[in-house]
């Protein structure tokens, strides 16, 4: 403590000038006892007490006598940074504390008095809480055997309380204690046996001598059922001990420890075993000494030592072996290396075993791939038959390992999402999820929202915790958009802006958010006609484009039809618990329709026919009338010759095209009777020069 904390700052001063009258009404009205004497440029010259007015009254002194003449002229001044534990043993009564030669304070023998009593009951009470804090029974008494100290141990042990024995005899409470008797021969006593209270207590007794006089004596008795559970817990310990080397031991893997300075502590039987050397030459020894006598090539242990964190290496021992080794540091609580332990392993063994898994990891990498390749075909909803659908799942396989944005587009019906759904199985987000949204089939008021997400207060009927959108939905996987083409032109922009920052703003949210998502979208509308008639943004057609991906509709693809149909009523079958056969008679009819709807067509005819049908095989009357062909003429094909079939089936198509311009009026009226879309007639009539003239 300074002397700046208990000072009394701003002291009155007094002037060499006063007389000692002035000065005994200002010490009478300030109930002071003294005060510092000061000159015209404030420095100390002097102090003036009590003492010298006692001296001037006693001596017969004039009152009116200036106090220059009667202070103390040599006197002792401090500092505000001195400690108080120098004037302690200083006989002071006065002390002025100056800084620069002014007096900014005064300490008196009151206050170094105050400052002792403090600091007395400051250590008695901390001196109290030890001993109340200390679990086993503290008892000291006077020279006369009168207790002193009874702490709460005490109590609690022996059944009474501080209050009820302290100042009275210990001889009145335990006659056995044996603290007379150390006081009266002034011998220590240790390790004693004895009973308080019924209970048995091991005794530590010594007397409190001051230059050789004793003035009392101090017992610290210990509980024997304590020392019982040290003794079990030492017990413990052995079996422990004995338990861990038995697993150190019977470790396969040799084992080497070390302390943390680096000198050798234990080697297990297979450590000998490995390096083919004997543990004798290890323990106690440094590491560095048995690198240097190249016992080993290289030491891991001063390794981790070195480096603080786990190491692995490769050592040639002595032996000639080869083995791997991996340090590990073991850290005490300061964060210090106590102990490195060493694991050793012949590496023969581990190169065996690292072939077996190179051959291992190469065939699992090779079926891996085989069944990336093969995974459409062996989906329970991906069929794929015909050369132009191979093409495309080769395509699809390629495109699924990276990234890019993909647009999807092809007829209603021919399987856009199926497509997607493939490119999100086989990509790197495979475990992510997969979001599906029809852009179509979401109110323009609500599409906003469920894209983007939303915050709480951004509309009437806002969630209180707001809501994530799709965007969200999709943080690792894919987002797939279809029907993209019936996308509002304002969340067009949005879907822009998105595609280039990779971030999304929730509606009535400020802060953007990160997304993680590949996105594919997919359409059944000419986008580029649509940009052409300002229908669709012509910036985010071709950032949706950057790998265009065409389904071929059913009719392009007739190799599939047979396929399909057999896997639809496998499914059905499955699925209703049915048995039902289909018949060559009516694959081929369903092989010459041109499938408007496509799989998706073909598929809800094969439910129906499954479901409807009494018949266990399905048959050309099971068919609707459309499909039947019972209204169509029979065209009489004439073949001049053998030609290839591509050739002969243009032929046909054309012979058939030019009787329905000849017989219809409108193309809608040809594509009723034929069983097509407008837009086929129209597309095959100019291929094959066919105009209504004709």
């Known amino acids: 403590m300074k002397l700046r904390e208990i000072m009394t700052t701003n002291p009155i001063s007094l002037t060499p000038e006063q007389t000692a009258q002035e000065v005994a009404k200002i010490f009478l009205n300030q109930g002071l006892d003294g005060a510092p004497v000061i000159d015209n440029n404030g420095q100390i010259i002097g102090l003036f007490t009590k003492n010298q007015i006692y001296k001037l009254v006693s001596e017969g002194l004039n009152i009116l006598t200036p106090i220059g003449e009667l202070m103390e002229q040599e006197i002792k001044t401090g500092y505000p940074d001195d400690h108080v534990d120098s004037l302690l043993i200083q006989e002071l009564n006065w002390l002025p504390i100056v800084e620069g030669n002014k007096v900014i304070g005064i300490i008196t023998r009151t206050d170094l008095l105050r400052v002792f009593m403090d600091f007395y009951r400051d250590i008695s009470c901390e001196l109290d809480t030890i001993i109340n804090s200390i679990y086993d029974i503290i008892v000291s008494v006077d020279e006369e055997g009168n207790i002193k100290v ?59 001598k001051i230059k050789d006089k004793i003035f009392g004596a101090v017992a610290v008795f210990q509980h024997f059922s304590e020392l019982e559970r040290i003794s079990r817990e030492l017990k413990y310990v052995k079996e422990l001990n004995q338990e861990l080397d038995a697993i150190i031991e019977s470790s396969f893997d040799g084992l080497y420890i070390t302390n943390g300075e680096g000198f050798t502590l234990r080697v297990n039987k297979a450590y000998e075993r490995i390096t083919g050397v004997d543990s004798s030459v290890f323990l106690g020894r440094h590491i560095k000494d048995i690198i240097r006598e190249g016992i080993v090539s290289e030491s891991v242990t001063s390794l981790v030592l070195e480096r603080k964190e786990p190491v692995t290496i490769i050592q040639q021992n002595k032996s000639g072996k080869t083995t791997l080794a991996t340090g590990n540091p073991v850290f005490d609580r300061n964060g210090n290396i106590f102990r490195v332990v060493s694991n050793v392993r012949d590496i023969t063994e581990l190169n065996l075993l690292k072939q077996e898994l190179e051959q291992a990891r190469g065939l699992s990498l090779h079926y891996e791939k085989q069944l990336r390749t093969l995974r459409y075909a062996g989906s329970d909803k991906m069929v794929v038959h015909s050369a132009k659908m191979k093409d495309l799942m080769g395509l699809i396989m390629r495109l699924a390992k990276v990234d890019s944005t993909i647009l999807i587009t092809g007829e209603s019906g021919t399987g856009k999402e199926l497509i997607a759904e493939t490119l999100h199985k086989n ?85 953007p958010l990160k997304i993680d998502a590949r996105i594919l979208a997919g359409t059944n509308r000419n986008l580029l006609e649509m940009v052409q008639n300002k229908e669709f943004r012509e910036d985010l057609y071709y950032r949706l484009n950057v790998v265009p991906v065409n389904v071929p509709p059913l009719r392009e693809r007739k190799e599939d039809i047979p396929v399909l149909i057999t896997h639809f009523v496998l499914m059905f079958n499955l699925k209703y618990k049915l048995n039902k056969r289909i018949s060559q008679d009516m694959i081929d009819i369903l092989l010459r329709y041109d499938w408007p709807g496509n799989v998706r067509e073909l598929e809800n005819l094969i439910e129906r ?30 073949v001049s010759g053998l030609m290839p079939l591509k050739d002969a089936v243009e032929s046909v198509e054309k012979q058939v095209l030019e009787k329905a311009y000849a017989e219809c009026r409108t193309t809608r009226q040809m594509a009723k009777l034929l069983k097509v879309d407008a837009s086929t007639i129209v597309r095959k009539a100019a291929k094959y020069g066919i105009s209504k003239e004709i």
């Open 427 to 511: 990509s790197t987000r495979y475990d992510g999820p997969f979001i599906k949204v029809n852009c179509g089939a979401i109110p323009e008021n609500l599409l906003e929202s469920e894209l983007f997400g939303y915050d709480y207060g951004a509309f009437t009927g806002a969630k209180k915790q707001g809501k994530a959108g799709y965007f969200e939905l999709a943080m690792g996987g894919t987002l797939f958009l279809d029907e993209i083409g019936d996308l509002p032109l304002n969340l067009q922009v949005k879907l822009l802006r998105v595609l280039q920052s990779r971030e999304i703003v929730r509606v009535g949210g400020e802060k």
């Open 150 to 208: 009874f702490n709460q141990s005490a109590e609690r042990f022996l059944g009474l309380t501080a209050q009820d024995v302290k100042g009275k005899n210990i001889e009145e409470f335990f006659p056995n204690s044996g603290m007379t008797n150390v006081i009266q021969t002034g011998k220590e006593e240790h390790m004693q046996k004895i009973m308080l209270n019924n209970q048995c207590f091991i005794s530590n007794i010594s007397p409190v």
């Open 609 to 638: 026919l499954v479901v409807v049908s009494s018949r266990d095989t399905l048959t050309k009357d099971d068919l609707p009338s459309n499909l039947r062909g019972d209204n169509l003429e029979v065209l009489n094909v004439q």
